[in-house]
């Protein structure tokens, strides 16, 4: 059987990394499959790479455009999407432009405020630079109102929405909801009951305040460690800060990388999920917490104030601490009820939408070729 569209995703980011593009792109990629669409994954796992500077754990491709060229032709897409400003994309924006061929881009990384974090470099220098690689996009594709807005403010003006989405069947409620009745509590809230499993035990006292995500400088987790909170704090994840983080706060717990059911099972340990990021796009660990039946403690900022409603699955507060402190209140069937309003088939005809919103010139290019 003929496939719907024939899709071709290029990416900078891809496994071995662990991190929200990554997920959103794999989870993404099974979905257009299982709606019936052929999908195509151009990654750095397909080039030679190098690791980039002050961020070992990506890979950059090394001069990839001839190949990349080759396989892009070879692919005859129906519809090409380019997730990264790194050098795979720059090669596909290269190529479809030089063909005519349109693509849809997408910003899932707040790159300026990154750059400046790690060398100082001027936001506006590093805004020039995106709103040249996306702006011949038919569509650049953003996960949260807010993001639009401040694209919007820096002169990018051919947006779309693209949600996120979350696995409910593994980030799950484990054991009991602060003693009460499990099997009502999760047959109400979406979860089976009969399948979960006592919380797995992690070291430390009670509350459990946990971090889950990259461990680099851009995420701002000193601003949670510093904090003088009760219980234990445990950072989930590995990245470049990973060794420092450790000798600076001895007496958080850090476990290094964790996937699968094993990152689930942390999750659904915690009292509380702190996100202390500033720059994130959207925090998709932000859903993961709460399809888990954890509310969450962040800053009022981008990300959160598109996801956590207030008082209500999380508490955000500029006083970090007071936000977790009050977060161990909310009540945890709140937190799982709305997780499960973010399905990973919404976001994915949302993205579809986008790319076939720019076939008619596809059309128009292979004619003129």
């Not at 455009?65 to 795979?88: Q, S």
């Not at 470049?240 to 290094?256: E, H, N, V």
Request: proline content about 8%.
């Amino acid at each position: 059987k003929k496939p719907n569209m024939n899709i071709v995703i290029v990416s900078d980011a891809w496994y071995p990394q662990i991190n929200g593009v990554v997920r959103t792109l794999e989870r993404t990629r099974d979905e257009l499959v299982r709606l019936g669409h052929a999908v195509t994954m151009v990654a750095p796992d397909r080039f030679r790479t190098l690791p980039c500077p002050t961020y070992p754990e990506i890979r950059l491709s090394l001069f990839p455009n001839t190949k990349l060229r080759a396989m892009l032709t070879a692919a005859e897409p129906d519809a090409l999407h380019i997730a990264t400003e790194g050098p795979l994309g720059l090669a596909a924006r290269a190529w479809a432009l030089k063909k005519g061929f349109p693509f849809t881009t997408s910003f899932h990384t707040q790159f300026p405020e990154y750059v400046k974090l790690r060398t100082g470099i001027p936001l506006g220098l590093s805004y020039r630079f995106m709103r040249w690689f996306h702006g011949p996009a038919a569509t650049v594709m953003v996960a949260t109102p807010t993001l639009k807005r401040n694209l919007e403010k820096w002169g990018f003006t051919n947006l779309g929405m693209w949600s996120r989405g979350v696995n409910t069947e593994l980030f799950r409620p484990r054991g009991k909801f602060h003693g009460d009745d499990l099997g009502q509590r999760q047959s109400e809230s979406g979860a089976n009951p009969e399948r979960d499993e006592p919380k797995p035990f992690l070291d430390g006292n009670r509350p459990i305040f946990l971090y889950m995500g990259r461990v680099a400088v851009e995420k701002n987790i000193e601003a949670f460690l510093k904090l003088d909170l009760p219980g234990t704090k445990y950072v989930v994840g590995g990245g470049p800060d990973l060794d420092m983080l450790r000798r600076k706060y001895p007496a958080a717990r850090f476990t290094g990388y964790k996937t699968g059911e094993e990152l689930a099972r942390h999750m659904a340990t915690a009292d509380v999920f702190v996100f202390p990021s500033l720059t994130d796009t959207f925090g998709l660990v932000l859903i993961e917490a709460l399809a888990c039946g954890v509310p969450v403690a962040a800053f009022p900022v981008q990300g959160p104030i598109d996801i956590v409603e207030n008082g209500v699955t999380g508490c955000l507060d500029e006083n970090l601490e007071t936000a977790a402190m009050k977060a161990l209140q909310i009540d945890p069937e709140r937190c799982r009820r709305q997780a499960l309003l973010y399905t990973w088939e919404a976001c994915t005809r949302q993205f579809l939408t986008h790319l076939e919103a720019a076939r008619p010139s596809r059309e128009r290019a292979l004619a003129a070729s």
